[in-house]
């Protein structure tokens, strides 16, 4: 039987952080077997807002493709591929743009929220607005059926749907009207208890060495009430039970719950636990990024295998969309 197709992307700005491992990748390695996945890095996508700034996006590119393998995505199982590689999606981004009102654009929020967000920088450009139309080629070009996405992804999946239905009922029923595929994840907090994000400076990077995720968590803040080690605590109030919840045993939890109420354990006994097992956690994704960041040669063929795999399958589309469009 057929498996039914999953895509999904990231975009290459910045570093990939544990959030992203525990909130997204992770999901992503685990739809391998059940689904024909295609996973890429979207390095166009960086530009719409980093276009100021080029010269980091190769750096990420690499970043997000070396934590994508280490992670456990398997390229004999996902096709993995760089979008700037298959010129097939900046096609189709541009025949959808030729029927994309500019209305419905304006009006996703985000593209506001963004604008707002980000003071510092020109975004009101024909490449950011056309942000979800870019997206919408992505996925649609491969007519995949499931987005494994974040809630904050929803309205781009909306308008996706909106752009393929207005396809398909312009031409004739091609693009499968795409669906979130959302999955319930622990959610992590940063070094400071807010949402870990590399906008707030309070990440775990997962390039990050062992002697830097043991010191971030070493000075991570915690129940601000306990000041001396005689102070009695509120483990729901320190960020690094938040942490212990993921990374812990439910007897590691309760034991050094139980030690911060009862001032049994100092924050430092805490924090050693939560670093034992981040570092258990860890250590399959550092034995793969090391061996991949000194073989740059291999990760290059990964890239090179997905994206040729990845083309032939948009050109199939691309041929019925050109056929279509009066351009064969
Ligand atoms: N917008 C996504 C992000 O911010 C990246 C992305 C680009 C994407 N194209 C996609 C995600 C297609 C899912 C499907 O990371």
């Known amino acids: 039987m057929k498996r039914e197709r999953v895509l999904s992307g990231m975009q290459a700005s910045g570093k990939l952080h544990l959030g992203n491992l525990v909130g997204a990748l992770k999901n992503w390695v685990s739809l391998q077997d059940a689904y024909d996945c295609f996973y890429f890095v979207a390095d166009w996508h960086a530009l719409t807002t980093g276009y100021a700034n080029p010269s980091s996006i190769k750096e990420s590119t690499t970043d997000l493709l070396i934590n994508f393998i280490a992670a456990g995505l398997d390229p004999d199982k996902s096709t993995i591929f760089i979008q700037s590689m298959v010129p097939q999606h900046a096609e189709l981004h541009l025949l959808l743009s030729m029927i994309t009102p500019v209305g419905w654009l304006e009006r996703v929020p985000t593209y506001k929220e963004k604008q707002e967000q980000l003071q510092d ?10 942000y979800p139309v870019l997206q919408t080629a992505d996925i649609v070009i491969y007519r995949a059926k499931y987005v494994p ?8 999946l909306e308008i996706s749907r909106e752009i393929a239905r207005r396809f398909n009922y312009l031409y004739r029923e091609v693009f499968p009207e795409p669906e979130g595929l959302l999955t319930e994840f622990p959610k992590v907090v940063g070094l400071d208890g807010r949402k870990m994000s590399k906008s707030y400076d309070n990440a775990i990077y997962l390039s990050d060495t062992p002697e830097v995720v043991e010191q971030k968590i070493r000075t991570m803040m915690t129940d601000p009430a306990r000041k001396r080690r005689t102070d009695k605590g509120d483990p729901e109030l320190s960020p690094v039970y938040q942490l212990h919840k993921i990374f812990s045993s439910k007897e590691e939890q309760e034991e050094v719950a139980q030690g911060c109420r009862t001032a049994g354990i ?51 589309t691309m041929k019925i969309v050109r056929e279509i469009m009066g351009l064969s």
């Open 121 to 130: 920088r020109d975004l009101s450009t024909y490449g950011f607005l056309g």
């Open 149 to 156: 996405v974040g809630v904050d992804q929803l309205p781009h």
């Open 266 to 316: 100092g924050c430092i006994d805490c924090k050693k636990v939560l670093i034992r097992n981040v570092f258990h956690y860890l250590a399959p994704l550092w034995e793969k990024r090391n061996e991949l960041v000194s073989n740059p040669k291999m990760l290059f063929d990964i890239a090179r295998k997905g994206s040729e795999k990845a083309k032939a399958e948009t050109e199939e």
